[in-house]
């Protein structure tokens, strides 16, 4: 035998590996053995591949996975461009686990205070966008909410004086939460749109198995958390606006309506639709991409949430806390009415009403 070939023992001591990761190596086709004995199936390396070996080390010291690994060590370029990618989400992720964690530390458990109230059937612009699982829920809701405001809203008497009803609207790519700007145009225009200041939902935090789990995510923790501050129901026939004082843009209640909003669906599969729809206007008929429907009305369990969109996770937890602690039978699909413009609202100013369907009693 040649006298430069080295067991895999004394192999994985120079390259600083197991003989189980060489092994694996081997099965995969990632590094190869110089030879191997054929009547023993004992594996012989050379010294020569000793770089390759701690290559592959280092690469996965800095969790390149190792398809990508094989990417590297065939000479591609580019192959660690969505590992960085990866890479600076999770820390992104974490930053906003780390600031939901200190709001809690410094408040408490989320104890928000929920009301029953009941809403009107709304007319609708709505895009739908299916998410293959937790962790592509924040390119669904990015994609909806970007084909969304990509459509034309007209008058229905304006003949052919379509146009557009968000001109110049940019939506970043890590933040699928698209903003209005003048809620309280009712008049012979569309509202305008800016995205720019769009905030980065967490998507993949609780089915992961770390972090604090989405809006729509946390019905399973309800049950275990402690009871939130009781408060009473509002009247019969309180819209969630007239009950938490203001309409979608920040002012006096109007009764006008939410303008746009977030459907998420109460449990989570490894398949779901995600939506965003836009409140019509009397006279304004959707197009592009989307589609005219009507947002059933009824009676749902709400809250005001106010700060990050990444912290709306804490005010869930206290809607479904309440809704499980009172026995509330509760349908989906969540929604989240945004009224803030984050172009122009500090993020710890943010307002966004959460509202959970509830079961009509027989």
């Known amino acids: ?8 023992g004394q192999f994985a001591q120079l390259a600083r590996l197991s003989v189980k990761q060489l092994r694996h190596y081997d099965e995969i086709g990632l590094l190869r053995p110089a030879c191997v004995d054929a009547a023993t199936g004992y594996r012989y390396y050379r010294a020569a591949q000793a770089r390759t070996a701690l290559s592959i080390g280092l690469l996965r010291s800095l969790d390149v996975p190792l398809p990508v690994v094989g990417q590297v060590l065939a000479g591609s370029q580019g192959a660690l461009e969505s590992v960085r990618d990866s890479l600076e989400a999770e820390l992104a992720r974490r930053r906003r686990a780390l600031a939901s964690l200190e709001r809690v530390m410094a408040d408490g458990l989320p104890a928000t205070q929920v009301r029953i109230v009941t809403e009107p059937a709304h007319r609708v612009a709505l895009v739908r966008e299916r998410a293959d699982g ?12 970007a084909r969304l405001m990509a459509g034309m809203y007209r008058a229905a008497d304006a003949g052919t004086g379509t146009r557009p009803a968000h001109s110049g609207t940019r939506l970043r790519q890590d933040g699928p939460l698209p903003v209005h700007a003048d809620i309280g145009n009712t008049g012979g225009s569309p509202p305008a749109w800016d995205a720019d200041a769009a905030k980065t939902r967490d998507a ?4 992961a198995g770390y972090g ?19 408060s009473d129901a509002e009247p019969p026939g309180r819209t969630l ?3 938490a004082g203001t309409h979608p843009g920040g002012g006096a209640a109007t009764g006008d309506g939410p303008q746009l909003i977030g459907l998420f669906p109460l449990d989570l599969s490894d398949a779901f639709d995600v939506a965003f729809a836009l409140v019509l206007h009397d006279g304004w008929e959707a197009g592009g991409g989307a589609r005219v429907d009507v947002l059933p009305g009824g009676t749902f369990a709400a809250a005001t949430h106010v700060g990050p969109y990444d912290q709306i996770s804490l005010t869930a937890h206290a809607v479904l806390a309440w809704c499980a602690e009172r026995r509330h039978p509760m349908r989906g699909p969540i929604r989240e009415v945004y009224v803030s413009d984050p172009a122009r609202t500090p993020p710890d ?7 959970i ?3 009509e009693e027989s």
């Open 1 to 8: 035998m040649d006298e430069d070939l080295l067991p895999i």
């Open 134 to 145: 937790p962790a592509d829920i924040a390119r669904a809701t990015s994609t909806a909410a």
């Open 204 to 207: 993949d935090a609780s089915q």
């Open 212 to 230: 604090p789990p989405p809006t729509h995510a946390a019905a399973s923790k309800a049950a275990d958390s402690p009871p939130p501050t009781p």
């Open 241 to 243: 606006a007239q009950a």
């Open 349 to 355: 100013e943010l307002i966004t009403h959460l509202m």
């Open 357 to 359: 369907p509830l079961e």
